[in-house]
């Protein structure tokens, strides 16, 4: 439609992000040069899985769609449009508003896949939901957040701790062991929050450990309807120095964030 001259979908949220189980409210603002017939305006909030990675052989794709919100905006009988469905010059704005429900994952990005929510309005000319018909549409993505209460997860307050060995040097000529004990208040964390880390080194060899190193590492697994996929992607680290032969390294609460 060229006598629409903007076109824009603007989120009451700055940020386009919101919770599982939030009401998302936003609107549609449209900037019309001239009188323009407008038969329906149609609200679409859609969230969608793809996956695609390639093997030995072929590749593997799967889609899959986990949101649908559909509506027909309010049009006869406001200020803006007349009875006889003529949008008049000018600034003009419908306003839209839907739940989320409150077990959507959250929105993700990563190498072989992604889950994305958006929203897409569209303005007919023509019918309802004709995609044939004389329409024109704008799209604008939203982020979502899944809604996860560490306060019902029976281990999430639990403190966890892990102690390891390795043998240094080769099988024929051994140079002695390095222990390493890593410990965390609890196992459950919120976004943003900083990770505190205890960790304790003995290097009982007789080699010098150049440095040392904990990371946060973030594994995923995308399913196909023929297969699955796993990668791991480190999101942040925390190195300290090295460790002179029949030395110990102490970490005291070093964070993570």
């Not at 019902?152 to 043998?167: C, I, K, R």
Request: proline share 4%.
């Amino acid at each position: 439609m060229e006598k629409i001259d903007k076109f824009q979908i603007v989120f009451n949220n700055p940020s386009a992000t919101y919770l599982a189980g939030e009401t998302v409210y936003g609107y549609g603002w449209l900037l019309v040069k001239e009188p323009v017939y407008v038969s329906s305006i149609c609200l679409e909030a859609v969230g969608e899985a793809k996956v695609e990675w390639m093997t030995s052989s072929d590749v593997q794709n799967s889609d899959e769609e986990i949101f649908n919100h559909t509506s027909v905006l309010p049009i006869k009988g406001e200020k803006q449009i007349d009875e006889e469905g003529i949008l008049h010059s000018g600034s003009h704005y419908f306003p839209f508003e839907f739940t989320l429900p409150q077990k959507l994952p959250s929105s993700f990005k990563g190498k072989h896949g992604r889950l994305r929510y958006y929203v897409r309005m569209s303005v007919y000319s023509q019918g309802v939901f004709s995609q044939s018909g004389p329409h024109t549409e704008r799209t604008s993505k939203f982020a979502v957040i899944g809604a996860l209460d560490l306060n019902t997860e029976p281990d999430a307050s639990l403190p966890v701790e892990n102690d390891t060995f390795e043998a240094v040097g080769s099988w024929c000529c051994v140079a002695g062991t390095v222990t390493a004990m890593l410990r965390l208040d609890r196992k459950g964390y919120t976004i943003k929050e900083a990770i505190p880390v205890y960790a304790e080194i003995k290097n009982l060899s007789s080699r010098r450990i150049a440095s040392t190193q904990v990371s946060l590492i973030q594994n995923v697994t995308y399913y196909s309807y023929r297969g699955r996929f796993s990668e791991s992607t480190t999101l942040v680290s925390v190195h300290k120095g090295r460790i002179a032969p029949r030395g110990k390294q102490t970490w005291n609460r070093e964070l993570l964030r």
